[in-house]
């Protein structure tokens, strides 16, 4: 080992602790390796920007109606265009990017913690709780879920609209429904990733030192082990986005005056042949989000995996 | 193999008892009652109602309604729909076929655009070809179905007027026209769903025909003399298949939801679009049987999944 270590010049060795890099840093030089990754990664900050500044400086009302102005193509006073009441395209869409983006990132927060909580349990007890959970696992996996999502909002969302009123009972209803039935694939990687990372020598020393298992999970494992679970949340976001723009669009999400990407598209089906635009514009909106969330995905895959030699 | 499949069956009960659960359970513990219409209804009087609530059982304790439940819908017992007023394992039945059609010739679709790609794209990895396959895939599986079918629309039946966007269970045309008509009509609601599909299959095609064409084994048929061909078909695709059917039978759930959308976009007469029509028109009994043929639908497919593995890998049959 001595021998190979004076052998290398021994320039390499100065410069290695000169550039000592946080895991951070490291993670972000390969991630900027993945050209479509970071091509993702700057339409997302577009598209967040703009629906979230978007509304501040294209003040139009989303809800005022114009006949006079139905159905229009793009023009300077209506950007996108109108739809079949003469409201105005662009901010509508800018307004429902905001609760588009809003359920997929909130659906991904219950899906990561009820997963890792879920895994974390599974992986660090042996045994019945380990086998009970993923059976339970397994169980949620193979449960249709379009169907039982719109089964569980038809029977429970006129119950939560009289609770909080329309717009919080369906995003309640929506982000808890879509984050739970996501949790599964990051159960899954969080228990493989706890079955062999407990049983490694960094662990075992902290056992030996006395740590308690809270400690151990906590402060050892369960850090090592979110590489996965950060990559499998990403994809989710897009999971989540692209299931509420189908609830939306089947007439069950959003009431009609929340207009989410899904819900603009389910309104303008219908005029497909007189005014086109008016699907053209959400549907790729939701498309560019979808594809730039699953290229950031693929890039964070490649960045975080130590093994991956870049 | 034949207790193989046995033994298969015998695990898929529990998660058949699981899945009826939780069905159950959702249906339990949803608040509002199916009979609240009536409720409204000044022309029923209670009495009838009450009659209507302990005919159908809803005053017995949960763990006897579950048992009653579970028996009747294991029968083919579903009730009878409160709006088109026929049984809905009649209503059901008459709409099964066509989904089954068309989920069935959508995922040969998707086979036969994932096998090909994959296996090629991965025998030649980062290479043009594979850069765009995978960029091709990306764009497949980002595009939502709900969006591409109306992207068809808008292409084949709108702009070009080649395809019709409404799908028609009764075709007057007789012999091949009715043939032709029929392809014509399934021809966008199976490319949609196809395609989904297809992107997706494709890179996990790719990615395990990738873990298995570094290994020994390969290397020892190559240097056998075998014919790259006969390689890539016999000893690398077969083996590869493995992980690939488990991802596609954990997709199934998926691909079932994919079926609602698009049914519900062509206007398909399949149970999807009945499970929509009957949860804008409270129809009860109707969306809780087709949600628990969806189930059955999923684990029959779980089932033949497993049937497929022990035909890839007869080492998991002797097990």
């Known amino acids: 080992m001595a021998g190979s270590t004076l052998a290398s010049p021994t320039g390499s060795i100065g410069s290695r602790a000169a550039n000592r890099v946080s895991p951070g840093a490291e993670a972000w030089r390969r991630f900027r390796r993945h050209r479509l990754a970071l091509a993702g990664a700057l339409i997302l900050v577009v598209i967040v920007l703009a629906v979230v500044l978007g509304p501040l400086l294209w003040a139009v009302p989303i809800n005022e109606i114009d006949f006079s102005a139905k159905l229009q193509g793009m023009s300077w006073s209506h950007p996108l265009g109108t739809d079949d009441l003469g409201q105005d395209l662009l901010a509508r869409m800018l307004y429902g990017g905001r609760i588009s983006l809003a359920v997929g990132f909130a659906a991904m927060l219950i899906a990561i913690v009820v997963g890792t909580?879920?895994?974390?349990?599974?992986?660090?007890?042996?045994?019945?709780?380990?086998?009970?959970?993923?059976w339970l696992t397994d169980l949620f996996l193979s449960l249709p879920q379009l169907p039982l999502l719109l089964l569980i909002i038809y029977l429970f969302r006129d119950t939560l609209k009289a609770l909080v009123g329309p717009e919080v009972g369906v995003f309640?209803?929506?982000?808890?429904?879509?984050?739970?039935?996501?949790?599964?694939p990051?159960?899954?990687?969080?228990?493989?990733?706890?079955?062999?990372?407990?049983?490694?020598?960094?662990?075992?020393?902290?056992?030996?030192?006395?740590?308690?298992?809270?400690r151990q999970v906590v402060r050892h494992i369960l850090p090592n082990?979110?590489?996965?679970?950060?990559?499998?949340?990403?994809?989710?976001?897009?999971?989540?986005?692209?299931?509420?723009?189908?609830?939306?669009?089947?007439?069950?999400?959003?009431?009609?005056?929340v207009p989410t990407w899904g819900r603009l598209l389910y309104d303008a089906?219908?005029?497909?042949?007189?005014?086109?635009?008016?699907?053209?514009f959400p549907g790729s909106a939701i498309f560019f989000a979808v594809l730039s969330i699953n290229f950031i995905g693929d890039g964070l895959r490649d960045a975080l995996d130590p093994r991956k030699v870049m | 193999m034949g207790r193989y499949f046995l033994r298969r069956l015998l695990i898929a009960i529990p998660s058949l008892l699981g899945i009826s659960l939780v069905l159950f359970a959702v249906l339990a513990l949803a608040p509002g009652d199916p009979f609240e219409e009536l409720a409204t209804n000044p022309n029923v009087p209670a009495e009838v109602r009450a009659n209507l609530r302990a005919q159908f059982g809803l005053d017995d304790p949960v763990a006897i309604r579950y048992v009653r439940w579970f028996t009747a819908m294991t029968k083919g017992d579903w009730g009878f729909s409160f709006v088109s007023r026929v049984d809905v394992d009649q209503l059901i039945l008459q709409r099964l076929p066509t989904t089954l059609l068309v989920i069935g010739s959508s995922q040969?679709?998707?086979?036969?655009?994932?096998?090909?790609?994959?296996?090629?794209?991965?025998?030649r990895p980062y290479s043009l070809f594979d850069q765009i396959a995978n960029t091709f895939a990306f764009i497949g599986f980002s595009l939502p179905t709900f969006f591409t079918g109306i992207l068809f629309i808008l292409i084949f039946s709108i702009t070009l007027d080649w395809l019709p966007f409404i799908y028609r269970a009764d075709i007057s045309a007789t012999g091949w026209h009715w043939y032709w008509e029929h392809f014509k009509q399934a021809l966008m609601p199976v490319a949609v769903l196809g395609l989904f599909q297809g992107a997706s299959w494709t890179r996990y095609v790719r990615s395990a025909v990738l873990d298995v064409i570094r290994?020994?084994?390969?290397?020892?048929?190559?240097?056998?003399?075998?014919?790259?061909?006969?390689?890539?078909?016999?000893?690398?695709?077969?083996?590869?298949?493995?992980?690939?059917?488990?991802?596609?039978?954990?997709?199934?759930?998926?691909?079932?939801?994919?079926?609602?959308?698009?049914?519900?976009?062509?206007?398909?007469?399949?149970?999807?679009?009945l499970l929509i029509s009957s949860i804008l028109a409270n129809d009860t009994p109707v969306i809780m049987a087709v949600t628990f043929v969806f189930s059955c639908l999923v684990i029959l497919f779980n089932l033949l999944a497993d049937v497929l593995y022990g035909w890839?890998?007869?080492?998991?049959?002797?097990?």
């Open chain 2, 215 to 273: 290994l020994d084994y390969v290397t020892t048929a190559r240097s056998k003399g075998l014919g790259e061909i006969t390689v890539v078909v016999k000893h690398v695709v077969r083996n590869a298949l493995i992980p690939v059917v488990t991802l596609v039978a954990l997709q199934m759930p998926a691909i079932f939801g994919g079926a609602i959308v698009t049914e519900q976009i062509f206007r398909v007469p399949g149970i999807g679009s």
């Open chain 1, 172 to 184: 309640i209803l929506v982000v808890a429904v879509i984050g739970c039935f996501r949790w599964m």
């Open chain 2, 312 to 319: 890839l890998d007869p080492r998991i049959s002797y097990r």
């Open chain 1, 117 to 134: 909580l879920v895994g974390a349990i599974a992986g660090i007890s042996r045994g019945s709780i380990d086998a009970a959970l993923m």
């Open chain 2, 108 to 123: 040969l679709l998707a086979l036969l655009i994932a096998l090909p790609i994959g296996v090629y794209a991965a025998t």
């Open chain 1, 225 to 257: 082990s979110l590489g996965p679970v950060i990559v499998a949340g990403t994809i989710d976001v897009a999971a989540a986005i692209i299931a509420e723009s189908t609830l939306s669009f089947l007439g069950l999400g959003f009431p009609p005056d």
């Open chain 1, 186 to 214: 990051v159960a899954r990687l969080v228990r493989a990733q706890f079955l062999s990372l407990r049983e490694k020598e960094f662990v075992e020393a902290a056992r030996a030192l006395g740590a308690t298992t809270t």
């Open chain 1, 269 to 280: 089906k219908d005029y497909l042949d007189i005014a086109p635009h008016w699907a053209l």
